[in-house]
């Protein structure tokens, strides 16, 4: 793939120098992924800043004892700074990233992105702008596992594919929805077979579909 030629989708490349611009056409790479393929972790070394141009990235954290926590979504068009914590000292956060589909992607090595930030007071801008909004996000994800009930947990999962995609039947396993709400899965399931016996959701081979919205709505606070 010709990076010249899919260089200009980066979010801040219309406020970049031309020297600037030469910097990011040597610093990026780009990249592509199986559905599932892990990405990057902690242990690995950083990742730079990472721009999806097609598919979607999950991001997560691993607890000790192996449990994942989902902390939000990459999709098609966003970037993730959180990739990039080895550039800005203030990110202390140790993530993870898989594709969540066939994806598409360019990073930004991480000594180039830094040295753009240092000569561009507009990327740093837009650099600290969405790592604020991530770790809002993070924040927000921590606040849902202390304090949510696991119903409304469920059905908020439950809307947001819903919204995200427009379809009724969402076709998700039970493993990756307890990985979306952070949970067990027979934990998930349980909750599933109570939302069906109210008539909510109706639960098929491989598919839930939504029966009655209204009332998944009725749970959120």
Known sequence: MNIDAIIT?????????EDEKNLLVRGTTYRTYHKNEYIHGFSDACLGMVYVLAGALRVYITSDE?????LFHIAKGDSCILSASCVINELS???QLV???ETELLAVHAGKFQQLMDSNIQVKCFAYELSTKRFSTVVWVMQ????ARFDERMARLLLSIYERTGEKKIKMTQEA??????????VV??????????GWIEINRGAITLKNIDALQGLIH
């Open 66 to 70: 192996g449990r994942e926590v989902t």
């Open 93 to 95: 956060l140790d993530v």
């Open 9 to 17: 989708k980066l979010p801040y490349w219309s406020f970049v120098s």
């Open 99 to 101: 594709a969540e589909t």
């Open 144 to 147: 849902q596992i202390l304090f």
């Open 177 to 186: 929805m307890a990985q979306e709400v952070n949970s067990a899965r027979e």
């Open 189 to 198: 399931a349980r909750m599933l077979k109570v939302f069906a016996l109210e």
